[in-house]
C-alpha cells in the first residue's frame, strides 16, 4: 500500500515538474531542485564561512588566524546573552533584495533556499534544541501581513532537527517599525514587548529562536530575558542575514 501511495506521489511530481518545470526562485532560471536558487544567484550572496566567532557567528577576516576557538570582542566581555547565533549571510545589497519581498510582498517561495541555508549555518555546532520557535509577530502586523515570515523559515528547520515548533508561547505586543533606530534605542524599544503566556511548555527547554534578519540582536536578547525567565535552559538564535557592525 506505502509502495502505491508513493508511486502515486512520484508520478504526481513528476506531472508538477512537467507542468512546472524547477525555476530559481530569484531570476528564474531552470534549476534540477524546487526552490533552490541557481547557481549564479547562489554566487551573488555573501555567504558566511569560517573563521567566525564560536559563540555569535561574527565573522572574521579570512587573513586572520585566531585559534580553534575564537571569540569576537562582544562575545569575549559578555556581551552576547544567547548561548549560541549563526546567520546564513551578511546582510547587503543582495540579501536585502531577497528579504523585502519575502517579509513583505509575499515571496514565500524564498523560504526554502532561505531555511536550507540557514541550516547549512547550524552545520557545525552541537546543539540539540527541543524547541524551535520563529521570533513572534504582534497580531496587529500579522492580520495587516498575513503570515509571519520566521515561521515559514522555522518550519522546515523544526522538522529538520526533530524538534517541536512553537508559535504559541510567547507573545508580542504591537511596537512602532525600529526601522532605522541605533542599538540603545532599539533594546528600549523591545523591552517588555513579549510575555511568555505558556510557560509550562518553556521551562526546562533548549530553545531555538529563528528570524529572518538580525540588526542589533536586542529582539533576541529580549527574548532571551523571558524565555530564560520562564524556565528556559538554553537559548539559541539562528536567522538569514545579520547586519555587520563593527564591533
Ligand atoms: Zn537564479
Ligand atoms: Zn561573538
Same mark, same amino acid.
Given at each position: 500500500?506505502?509502495?502505491?501511495? $508513493? ?5 504526481? @511530481? ?5 507542468? =512546472? ?16 536558487? +541557481? ?5 551573488? =550572496?555573501?555567504?558566511?564561512? $569560517?573563521? #567566525?566567532?564560536? /559563540? ?18 562582544? +562575545? ?6 544567547? %548561548? ?6 551578511? *546582510?547587503? %545589497?543582495?540579501?536585502?533584495? !531577497?528579504? &523585502?519581498?519575502? /517579509? @513583505? ?6 523560504? #526554502? =533556499? ?7 549555518? &547550524? ?23 498575513? *503570515? $509571519? ?12 532537527? $526533530? ?9 508580542? #505586543? ?37 528570524? %529572518? ?13 523571558? &524565555?530564560? /525567565?520562564?524556565? !528556559? ?15
Amino acid at each position: 500500500m506505502r509502495a502505491v501511495s $508513493n508511486l502515486i506521489s512520484s508520478l504526481s @511530481h513528476s506531472c508538477i515538474d512537467f507542468l =512546472f518545470p524547477s525555476a530559481c526562485p530569484i531570476c528564474g532560471e531552470p534549476v534540477s531542485t524546487h526552490g533552490e536558487l +541557481c547557481a549564479d544567484c547562489w554566487a551573488s =550572496f555573501n555567504w558566511i564561512g $569560517n573563521p #567566525k566567532c564560536v /559563540k555569535c557567528g561574527y565573522p572574521f577576516p579570512a587573513s586572520i588566524d585566531l585559534g580553534d576557538r575564537p571569540l569576537c570582542p562582544t +562575545c569575549a566581555s559578555g556581551g552576547c546573552v544567547l %548561548d549560541l547565533i549563526r546567520a546564513a549571510c551578511v *546582510y547587503d %545589497d543582495v540579501s536585502r533584495s !531577497a528579504v &523585502l519581498p519575502f /517579509k @513583505h510582498t509575499g515571496r514565500i517561495k524564498y523560504a #526554502k =533556499f532561505m531555511s536550507r541555508a540557514m541550516m547549512w549555518a &547550524l552545520r557545525d555546532v552541537d546543539i540539540r534544541p527541543d524547541i524551535v520557535m520563529p521570533v513572534p509577530l504582534a497580531w496587529r502586523r500579522l492580520c495587516h501581513r498575513g *503570515y $509571519n515570515q520566521a515561521t515559514l523559515l522555522a518550519r522546515p528547520i523544526a522538522k529538520a532537527m $526533530n524538534a517541536v515548533m512553537d508559535v504559541d508561547s510567547v507573545h508580542r #505586543k504591537y511596537r512602532p517599525d525600529m526601522g532605522h533606530k541605533n542599538a540603545k534605542q532599539r533594546a528600549e524599544n523591545i523591552r517588555g514587548a513579549f510575555k511568555v503566556v505558556h510557560p509550562n511548555k518553556i521551562r526546562g527547554k533548549k530553545i531555538l529562536l529563528v528570524d %529572518d534578519v538580525m540588526t542589533t540582536g536586542a529582539t533576541f536578547a529580549e527574548l532571551h530575558r523571558v &524565555l530564560t /525567565k520562564a524556565g !528556559a535552559s538554553a537559548v539559541y538564535g539562528v536567522v538569514f542575514c545579520r547586519v555587520m557592525r563593527a564591533i
